[in-house]
């Protein structure tokens, strides 16, 4: 059976810091790895992505393999051809397929029919792609702590991004706080904490992050997401009220002035460019686990 990530809780807690141990090493020597010679990954985008292509095509390229950039509307997926034969021919193809998508269901379909590693590049309910660089950025900028020893609060809508944050924090022993809005929190089984409160998920807390209002796919509820978010924002007087020397982290986009101000976007308190650096990185040491021929 492949290896497959899905929503991140494929690997266990040992598989997850071994992943970051190695994220670190690459960082340090990205040239070191050809663990993706002569292999072909297809990246699968049904969304927009910058961030997320370029680290994965990039990074691909680094390890000795060769990306292939899928775009479903020039595929004959646009004229009716099933997720389950586009996933046994991609299965003939490439070595693995990571998928931007909206629906979890269409990745858990391509995982089920095709015979090759499938990863999650963002859907509606995941971005664990991101959660590993966020782990990543933690480890680098809390270098005498343990990540147990950490607490990150997140702070907005309880979306994709704070869905992983939740599951992938709380494998690697962080303990992940969450304030959202009535109507727009995450649910309990994500595990972390949860609040309607900014000042208390940000009480004694290591890291505050971010994310937009309106995620890909919730344009036609912008306004009253930005009512309800507005107090949600997180600006230099929220890092006040978390531990001294808090950092700020946003997965990017970022839409200055409103659920981050730019004074913190660009400010000494941020390790944003840095995480956004490590999606590189983390998702490396990732494709290095999902084709380790070695793995079950
Ligand atoms: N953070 C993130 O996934 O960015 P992109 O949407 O640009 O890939
Ligand atoms: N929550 C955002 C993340 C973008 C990287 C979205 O899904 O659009």
Redesign the pocket.
């Known amino acids: 059976m492949p290896r497959h990530f899905l929503t991140g809780l494929e690997l266990s807690a040992s598989e997850l810091h071994a992943l970051l141990d190695r994220a670190l090493e690459l960082k340090a020597a990205p040239h070191a790895s050809r663990a993706l010679e002569g292999r072909s990954v297809a990246l699968l985008f049904e969304?927009?992505?910058?961030?997320?292509?370029l680290s994965y095509e990039v990074g691909i390229a680094e390890l000795g393999g060769h990306p292939v950039i899928l775009r479903p509307g020039e595929m004959q997926l646009s004229r009716g051809e099933s997720i389950g034969d586009t996933a046994r021919i991609l299965s003939r193809h490439v070595h693995a397929v990571g998928v931007?998508t909206g629906p979890d269901a269409e990745l858990e379909a391509l995982a089920a029919e095709g015979s090759i590693p499938v990863f999650n590049?963002?859907t509606a309910g995941h971005?664990p792609?991101?959660a590993i660089a966020d782990l990543l950025t933690l480890r680098e900028a809390f270098p005498d702590r343990a990540l147990s020893e950490l607490k990150l609060a997140y702070v907005g809508d309880g979306n994709n991004v704070a869905r992983s944050l939740a599951l992938l924090g709380g494998l690697a022993g962080v303990e992940v706080a969450v304030a959202a809005p009535p109507g727009y929190e995450l649910e309990p089984e994500a595990g972390g904490t949860r609040t309607h409160d900014p000042a208390e998920a940000v009480a004694g807390a290591h890291a505050l992050y971010a994310d937009v209002w309106v995620s890909m796919g919730d344009e036609a509820t912008a306004d009253e997401r930005r009512r309800a978010l507005a107090p949600y924002r997180l600006d230099d007087a929220l890092l006040d009220h978390a531990a001294p020397g808090a950092i700020a982290l946003h997965?990017?986009?970022a839409h200055p002035g409103e659920e981050i101000t730019a004074e913190v976007l660009y400010g000494e308190r941020q390790r944003i460019w840095d995480q956004?650096e490590n999606?590189r990185h983390a998702q490396k040491a990732l494709l290095e686990w999902l084709l380790d021929e070695g793995g079950s």
Do not use: D
Request: net charge positive; glycine share 0%.
């Open positions: 969304k927009p992505s910058t961030r997320t292509r931007r590049m963002l971005h792609s991101q997965c990017l986009p956004a999606r």
